[in-house]
């Protein structure tokens, strides 16, 4: 089994070769830090994962593409504004943003490049990502001015920044690093995210940024991205509304000098290099939920015995998502009959006669039989801030677990003025 190493109060800048920072830009309050720079000291390997909703921000439309390329060298992240449902213009204005870091990071001369060097990248390989309200223009001149003010504030030490520059809803910056050693050398993975609200498993379910300094190509990095994302990020629901700008973006700069030739599946430490991709990304997964607009509960669904994994993921998604069983959470109210109802209706091959449900280690159905017989105990199961729900289908062999919260009154106070 792997080893590494946590870092506390790591982030986006704890591999080697990478800067950020935050800065504020008025894009939608006054005095708050609203932009945010990732940038590496030369170009690196890129891969990216995108929303699967039909309605994109202009952002997505062209990181999209421009991921393809394989390398990039610095992302512009903006909140209090999507640029969604922006159309034409909207896509210029993303253009226009990456053309304005591409041109302040070739004039820059301190830490990111030597003096006299010519350090202007591509505009292809600045990607751009947008969150906030829907249907509203970038302002593009204070945006403008908050990208130059960024790439002239860049640091080592500005990830605690750039987080912070990122959020939203959020109540509280979300930030994990771990490193490791592969071929004698230590390698270290480390990311921010934001995500509250608008959480539903289907990739990305948030704004995600991974760094690493391993020696990896696009390739490789696109499929261990891929791997990890499906058991973490595709895990995570808040209230299952998939926003129009999900993306996720991981950077390798190769900074470590390890592997000594790139990482791919044929090297014997593959498997440690995605068990530790897969380590940050679950704890941001995790704080994503944990973080979850109004949330008072973080509830693990786990669907066993499901007649196929399909199966097993269907019924899990469909308890964690259902408002019903979020608002007994929240009200403490074991009311059971919800989840095999969720269940039920989920695609999933059900028998109530063969199912069970387990709050913590209390089982309240077994077999088609009422078997909660302490309310109380149930109940006290539910008045911590962390549980889990079981439902054993006892069909098969299929697994699966989401990560998921309960809904509280404040929930709906948080979205029913989050434009006026």
Excluded at 28 to 36: F, H, I, L, N, S
Excluded at 97 to 104: G, K, L, T, Y
Excluded at 205 to 215: H, R, S
């Amino acid at each position: 089994m792997v080893t590494f190493e946590k870092i506390l109060g790591g982030g986006i800048t704890s591999a080697q070769g990478f800067f950020a920072c935050g800065v504020a830009a008025a894009i939608k309050y006054e005095g708050r830090m609203d932009v945010a720079l990732v940038a590496a000291e030369k170009r690196c390997a890129v891969a990216g994962m995108f929303t699967t909703n039909q309605v994109v921000a202009a952002p997505v439309l062209l990181d999209r593409e421009r991921v393809k390329n394989g390398y990039a060298r610095a992302i512009l992240i903006n909140s209090g504004c999507a640029n969604a449902c922006t159309g034409e213009q909207g896509l210029a204005d993303a253009k226009e943003s990456a053309r304005i870091v591409a041109e302040a990071l070739g004039g820059r001369t301190s830490s990111c490049a030597a003096a006299g060097e010519d350090n202007r990248p591509p505009e292809d390989e600045i990607l751009v990502c947008s969150t906030g309200v829907i249907g509203v223009y970038l302002p593009m001149e204070r945006l403008a001015a908050g990208a130059k003010s960024a790439v002239a504030a860049l640091s080592p030490n500005g990830g605690a920044d750039a987080v912070r520059a990122i959020m939203t809803t959020d109540t509280v910056p979300k930030e994990a690093a771990v490193a490791l050693t592969i071929d004698g050398k230590r390698v270290v993975i480390g990311g921010m995210c934001k995500g509250s609200g608008m959480i539903e498993p289907r990739m990305a379910t948030m704004l995600g940024f991974v760094t690493t300094d391993a020696n990896i190509g696009p390739q490789a990095l696109d499929t261990a991205l891929r791997l990890a994302v499906e058991k973490t990020f595709n895990r995570a629901v808040v209230d299952g509304d998939q926003s129009t700008n999900d993306t996720i973006l991981i950077m390798a700069s190769g900074g470590a000098g390890a592997p000594r030739t790139p990482l791919t599946p044929a090297h014997p430490q593959w498997p440690d290099f995605c068990a530790a991709l897969r380590e940050v990304c679950d704890q941001l997964a995790r704080k994503i939920v944990m973080d979850g607009e109004g949330a008072t509960k973080f509830v693990t669904v786990r669907v066993k015995g499901a007649a196929t994994e399909r199966d097993a993921q269907l019924a899990a998604r469909s308890i964690a998502k259902s408002a019903l069983v979020k608002t007994s959470w929240f009200g403490c109210d074991p009311n059971w009959g919800r989840v095999m109802c969720a269940a039920g209706y989920s695609g999933a091959m059900v028998d109530d006669q063969k199912a069970q449900v387990f709050y913590g280690a209390e089982c309240v159905f077994d077999h088609g039989k009422v078997v909660m017989r302490d309310r109380d105990r149930v109940q006290a199961v539910m008045k911590e801030r962390q549980f889990e729900v079981v439902v054993s289908l006892n069909l098969g062999n299929g697994e699966d677990t989401v990560y998921t919260c309960d809904f509280s009154y404040d929930y709906v106070k948080i979205n029913g003025d989050y434009t006026t």
